[in-house]
């Protein structure tokens, strides 16, 4: 019987959870960047309400289709240590109240003293909104009503107050955004150490010489098979190591042999030379599930501290990766 070879590159085992939950951070990322400029201000306008009276903006029109979401933005202006309590409407066009909110603003001042030094803090909220994601589209009308008005030192007072009243379109959700980036950029991470650690270890021989053998049981139907060689050398090695792999059947005969040029990466701490690593990785499909033998060896000999032959059964990968199919024909 004799074995047919065929080398190519393939992207059939990618696993692409890893690039799905890539593709989602970066989705996430770029929905960040690009938010801005999707907004755009409808009505930007300062108003002035009475104690029980409420005050209605023009009306602003709303997209079911528009990406993000309306929000409405009301800044109560007041004097230092006075608070107010307002609310912010959205009507219809018949004039129905379809979402309202209260919020109780206040601003304070004062005086620090520390280690003899000292200064003023002027601290405040007075910041109330909303936003409204429409289900057709429509026009909105904003009001704001003016509910309490007085000073900390619980003095009601009797005069309108300024709001500067904001309105916005194409408005997302910062907070959300950041978190969906963040969670699916830690489950990319995952997906991703995930996929290079998946697969059966099936031999993990490693000997202080240059000629590792190892044998397994491997391969079938869409599987793939994972063989990598790690090397150490001492500091005679050369810049490239020749990596010699042969693959056997159950019954011992060769069915793959090829050698390979690596390159040495040398490590140097303080100028003094630390180690040399170098690298190999194959990958095969073989027809069908077996016993099949792997054997290394690294030329020239004489440098190598160390040689580990790996070999992994049901192996995935991120990129696409050539793979050596070897397959039976009579």
Known sequence: MEETIKSQKTGKFIDWWAHIALGAFLLSFLTIIASPFFQRTLLYKTITASDDEVVKLAPVQLSANSLGAMSVDAEAQIGINEWVTFEIQLLDESGKIIAA???????????????????????????????????????????????????????????????????????????????????????????????????????????????????????????????????????????????????????????????????????????????????????FVFPQTASYGFHVEVHPDEPIDKTKLIVKDGARTLFPVDVVEIGATT
């Open 101 to 283: 909110g209260i919020k109780e603003g206040w601003r304070e001042t004062g005086t620090w003293y520390e280690d003899g030094e000292s200064g003023t803090w002027d601290e405040s909220d007075t910041l109330g909104g909303m936003d409204v994601k429409a289900k057709k589209d429509e026009k909105l009308t904003v009001a704001i009503a003016l509910l309490e008005y007085g000073t900390i030192q619980g003095k009601d007072i009797d005069k309108p107050v300024p709001f500067r009243v904001t309105v916005k379109s194409g408005v997302m959700d910062a907070g959300n955004l950041w978190f969906g980036a963040i969670g699916s950029f830690f489950l990319a991470i995952t997906t991703m150490i995930v996929a290079k650690k998946t697969g059966k270890k099936v031999i993990n021989e490693k000997i202080p010489d240059s000629d590792p053998t190892g044998r397994a049981t491997v391969g079938g139907e869409n599987k793939l098979v994972y063989v990598k060689v790690e090397i150490e050398a001492d500091e005679t090695t050369p810049p490239q190591l020749e990596v010699c792999l042969f693959v056997n059947d159950a019954y011992g005969e060769q069915i793959f042999a090829d050698s390979a040029m690596v390159n040495v990466s040398v490590t140097k701490d303080n100028g003094k030379f630390k180690n040399a690593t170098a690298n190999l990785n194959k990958y």
